[in-house]
């Protein structure tokens, strides 16, 4: 059973950064393909951005395409996302998920393993 837990979220003003951390615990996590979803108030879950399991291919949500950067360590085991000139309207909670294969996956149907979350707030 693989255990994600997300870190690194808050309060930030438009044009400002973030770095999202995603721990794997529980698995081998270069066997994992990784992704990044986010959830808004009265919407739903939607797809940020994913990374294949040993890192080389890497897919972004139009919306977010130039501004944020997936990456993975996986002699950490851990996943980040790097958000650049981050707007109003990716406030939103965060979540990493994982699912055990090689090719990267951006539909949130397809993951096993999910992150409790972490509160991205972008202000005005």
């Known amino acids: 059973q693989v255990q994600l837990v997300e870190s690194g979220g808050g309060l930030v003003q438009a044009g400002g950064s973030l770095r999202l951390s995603c721990a794997a615990s529980?698995?081998?996590?270069?066997?994992?393909?990784m992704g990044w979803f986010r959830q808004a108030p009265g919407k739903e879950r939607e797809f940020v951005a994913a990374?294949?399991?040993?890192?080389?291919?890497?897919y972004y949500a139009d919306s977010v395409k130039g501004r944020f950067n997936i990456s993975r360590d996986n002699t950490k085991n851990t996943v980040y996302l790097q958000m650049n000139s981050l707007k109003p309207e990716d406030t939103a909670v965060y979540y990493c998920?994982?699912?055990?294969?090689?090719?990267?996956?951006?539909?949130?149907?397809?993951?096993?393993?999910w992150g409790q979350g972490t509160q991205v707030t972008v202000s005005s």
């Open positions: 998920a994982g699912k055990r294969t090689i090719r990267a996956v951006t539909s949130t149907q397809e993951y096993n393993y």
């Open positions: 529980g698995g081998t996590f270069s066997n994992y393909a």
């Open positions: 990374i294949s399991s040993r890192g080389g291919w890497t």
